[in-house]
């Protein structure tokens, strides 16, 4: 398989939380932290979402950086929920918009395409196949993506193997457990099992902590 170079991007409490209960996530990070964010955007081909981060956040995904083209959007929606009316289907003839999804007929596949996003119809079961979606934007010329989460498709992302690089910026605020954890759940039953990376920078970033991993390594 062929696929693109994928960095998930996480903005969290200390506890490791991306939102409360109720979904808010704005913001967690400061403005500093938040301007390195979009700078990333900028250096990649496409941003990457779940549905339930842009159904609850209604983003733009855009960098707001003079001169830089805003990426490509990947929207994994299985079951078309994202509305006409959100930010990501009123600009998507401004910036290419996928969507991720099951099928491409019916109504809604109708509409969306109507008003100018790009469906991407990939196999599924228990989920989207990731794997058959990363394939499908290579063959589109994506060659970087930064996935933007939320924490059940990063959770997917990371049980698959399929994240290269972890840009992790971590604010000093405690949501406490009833927060919406930045990874969902794993599965791991034994230490051995845990996702490696390598720590290869640590900078601070306003009131933040902005920490950069890669894959380990194991040679
Ligand atoms: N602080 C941050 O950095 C940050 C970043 C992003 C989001 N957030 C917050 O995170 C929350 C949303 O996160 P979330 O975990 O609830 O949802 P999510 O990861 O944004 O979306 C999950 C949904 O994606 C769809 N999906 C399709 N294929 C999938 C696959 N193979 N694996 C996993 N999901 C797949 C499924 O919905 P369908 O059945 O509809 O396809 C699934 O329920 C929001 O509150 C948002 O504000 C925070």
Do not use: C
């Amino acid at each position: 398989m062929h696929r693109p170079l994928v960095t998930l991007k996480l903005a969290t409490s200390l506890d490791g939380k991306i939102a409360l209960a109720n979904g808010q996530s704005e913001w967690i990070t400061g403005e500093a932290a938040r301007k390195e964010g979009r700078k990333l955007r900028a250096q990649h081909d496409a941003i990457a979402v779940g549905s339930n981060t842009a159904v609850t956040d209604n983003p733009q995904l855009t960098t707001r950086i003079s001169g830089a083209p805003d990426p490509t959007r990947v929207i994994f929606d299985s079951g078309l929920r994202l509305s006409s009316d959100s930010n990501l289907v009123q600009t998507a003839r401004i910036t290419p918009t996928y969507i991720v999804t099951k099928s491409d007929e019916g109504g809604a596949a109708k509409h969306l395409k109507d008003l100018g996003v790009l469906l991407i119809v990939s196999p599924y079961d228990k989920g989207l196949s990731l794997p058959h979606a990363l394939d499908s934007l290579f063959n589109l010329g994506i060659r970087t993506l930064l996935l933007e989460g939320g924490g059940t498709l990063a959770a997917s992302f990371i049980r698959q193997n399929l994240v290269d690089r972890i840009e992790w910026f971590r604010a000093p605020l405690i949501l406490g457990a009833e927060g919406r954890p930045a990874i969902g759940d794993l599965g791991i039953t034994h230490m051995n099992a845990a996702y490696d990376f390598d720590r290869t920078e640590v900078n601070e970033v306003g009131k933040d902590i902005w920490e950069r991993y890669a894959l380990k390594s194991h040679d």
